[in-house]
């Protein structure tokens, strides 16, 4: 599996992911920088977590419009996977891949900890290599956490089989306990939790690892 994980000015989870998807494929993903306007022909692009631009304005919107994210959309239009991890998940929602918003925790408190989430669908080549309703465990660190949607939108990601992930014990007051959704066409997973975080004993457990592997299979 080729694979990208993209950089912001603020990102300080791309090493993690880089060495989850690194352990799991045996290939090391390609580091991208925002300001570029092209991406290497790969089969997974990753967003990682982090605070870019230090989070002012709104999280992850000055990234949202950098020049990389024309390109990342162009790909996931074309069907090429994309996953969004806690900051990644608010930059693909500010640049309009998937909907909704990341807002303030309901506490206006940084959470640190790990959460049990609930796998919603296992429809999607992220998902599939977990049962539906399985309940995972995987850590969280985040303050905008939130994630709202209208009425519209939050019947349409219902309707459509679109929420992968919902928190057990809601931690931030997502509606709907969401955790994770998908874009229509399915190729696009955001969320707030950290899968590569929970990929090897080493880390306290294998939780997370089934979510790569799948993305594994799906181009193998």
Same mark, same amino acid.
């Given at each position: 599996m080729k694979s990208a994980v993209v950089v912001f000015p603020g990102s300080n989870r791309e090493r993690d992911m880089i060495a989850a998807i690194e352990k799991i494929s045996g290939h090391r993903p390609v580091t991208v920088w925002h300001g570029d306007h092209d991406l290497p022909k790969v089969d997974l692009i990753v967003i990682p977590g982090g605070f870019s631009y230090g989070d002012y304005l709104r999280s992850g919107a000055i990234a949202a419009r950098e020049p990389i994210m024309a390109a990342i959309a162009r790909e996931a239009e074309r069907g090429v996977a994309v996953l969004g991890v806690c900051n990644g998940f608010q930059i693909l929602c500010e640049a309009g891949l998937l909907p909704g918003v990341l807002m303030r925790n309901a506490g206006l408190k940084f959470i640190c900890k790990e959460v049990h989430l609930r796998v919603e669908t296992t429809a999607s080549q992220f998902t599939n290599g977990y049962t539906k309703g399985q309940v995972i465990r995987s850590p969280v660190a985040h303050g905008d956490g939130n994630y709202r949607a209208d009425d519209e939108t939050l019947k349409r990601l219902n309707d459509e089989d679109r929420i992968a992930f919902r928190y057990v014990d809601n931690p931030n007051g997502s509606i709907d306990?969401?955790? #994770?959704? =998908?874009?229509?066409?399915?190729?696009? =997973? #955001?969320?707030m939790p950290h899968p590569e975080n929970l990929i090897e004993p080493l880390n306290g457990g294998l939780d997370g690892r089934p979510l790569f592997e799948a993305a594994l299979k799906a181009v193998a």
């Open positions: 306990d969401i955790a #994770g959704i =998908l874009s229509e066409k399915r190729n696009v =997973l #955001g969320m």
